[in-house]
Structures are given as C-alpha cells and as structure tokens.
C-alpha cells in the first residue's frame, strides 16, 4: 500500500509513542486526527489493532483485524492480530488452526511461531508447541523469545513437562 502522507506519518507515530507509554486515550485521539483516505493503511490498522487490545475490546479487534487481513492479506502481522483476538475469546482452537495455516505463507516470521507454540501448548499439542517454539527462537532473536516463553503462561504446560 502507499506510504502515508507526511502529516498522517506523525500522527501515526504519536499514536504509537502514547501506545508505548500506555496510554490508549491519547493513541486514539491520534489516530481519530488522522485524514479519512489513509484510516484503511495496513499500518493505521495495526496501531488501532493494539489499541483496542490495550483496552480489551475484543468485538473491536476482531473487526479491526479482519479488516487487515482483507486491506494487507500479504502482511503478516494482520494474521497474528486476528489469531490473537480468536484466542482472546476463547476460541483457541481456531487460533490454532489460523497461525498454522499462515506458517508456509510467512516462514520467517517468528511472532507467528511463537503464538503457535502458544495455542498448540493450550490444545494439547506439546510436541508442536516444543517446536514452533524452537523456530520461533531459531528466527527471532533467541534471548528474546526465551525470555518471553519462560513467563508465559499459556506455556506453562511445557514447563511442567520439562
């Protein structure tokens, strides 16, 4: 998609600098100050896609995030942002079942590994999960991600496991 306007660029950046500091009010009233032709970017949608997940207004995202994924089909974090919000209404499953099928679609993106490993671990599927992890690490930065999935909880059950 084409680049933002100069203008729409800055607001967009503020918007992720309130995001950063936690501030979900302010990111939005960007975003709301943003011209009206650039409120389907990929980027605009993203940042609207956090926003809502701050606030935990999962009907929001799931429209927002299905809303990316027809805009940027191509773009992988609107296929993480729709996997999330399934598993963010309980339908882990599903999750599942989406970042799965995105892997051979985007084999370098790790974000997708990692929330793999997540709901393959919630369904019972330690062995995938064990190895969507491994390649999460294998094409992220390794500390990283092991820093992450050793608080996670939606990983605990390979802990336990060992």
């Not at 393959?120 to 995938?128: P, S, V, Y």
Request: charged letters at 25%; glycine letters at 4%; proline letters at 5%.
């Amino acid at each position: 998609m084409d680049q933002l306007p100069a203008a729409d660029q800055h607001r967009l950046r503020a918007a992720e600098g309130w995001l950063d500091l936690g501030n979900a009010t302010e990111a939005l009233a960007e975003l709301d100050s943003l011209s009206a032709e650039v409120l389907g970017h990929p980027d605009v949608l993203n940042v609207r896609w956090q926003i809502c997940r701050k606030a935990k207004q999962w009907e929001t995202c799931y429209q927002v995030a299905t809303r990316f994924t027809q805009v940027a089909p191509n773009d992988p974090r609107a296929w993480t942002s729709l996997a999330q919000t399934l598993y963010h209404t309980a339908r882990v499953p599903e999750a599942y079942d989406l970042a799965t099928s995105k892997i051979t679609k985007f084999p370098k993106y790790w974000p997708l590994y990692y929330d793999a490993a997540c709901y393959a671990c919630l369904t019972g599927r330690l062995q995938q999960a064990r190895q969507f992890l491994q390649l999460a690490s294998a094409l992220g930065d390794e500390s990283e991600v092991k820093q992450l999935a050793a608080h996670d909880p939606d990983l605990d059950a390979l802990r336990k496991e060992g």
